[in-house]
């Protein structure tokens, strides 16, 4: 009975421990991709900045484009940097979140595993053969 118990544990332990890892995979992609955005844009402002005033700008839109003071350009490539700064930090701290669940659910199975010897064996076997 109590090793039944201790399994149906372990199975959702597992089912945690699995869909935490899956949503930190998420985060640290859509960091880094939210990083590559701000660093464009950082990389975009630089190069506006190096322009003399009066210098023609354009924008893409889809596959023409169109002709942009160069002001509303650095405008809107500073606001892309910020949004990404927002969402990067706003990430991060999910990301944090997600790391601290993650060692709650290793450390419940390591207080299983030393609770139920029966099952740690079980377990073990399980992942030699």
Do not use: C, H, W
Not at 20 to 48: D, G, M, P, Y
């Amino acid at each position: 009975m109590a090793v039944e118990i201790n399994k149906e544990a372990f199975v959702e332990l597992q089912g945690r421990l699995v869909e935490t890892t899956s949503k930190l995979k998420q985060v640290q992609v859509q960091i880094r991709s939210k990083e590559a955005e701000k660093k464009r844009s950082f990389l975009t402002l630089e190069e506006l900045d190096s322009l003399p005033e009066g210098t023609n700008t354009y924008r893409a839109l889809g596959k023409a484009f169109v002709l942009e003071p160069k002001d509303e350009l650095i405008k809107e490539q500073q606001t892309k940097a910020e949004e990404s700064d927002t969402a990067i930090a706003a990430l991060v701290s999910s990301k944090e979140y997600l790391e601290r669940q993650m060692k709650d659910v290793e450390s419940n199975f390591r207080e299983l595993l030393q609770n139920s010897p029966d099952l740690a064996r079980q377990v073990m076997s399980m992942s030699v053969s």
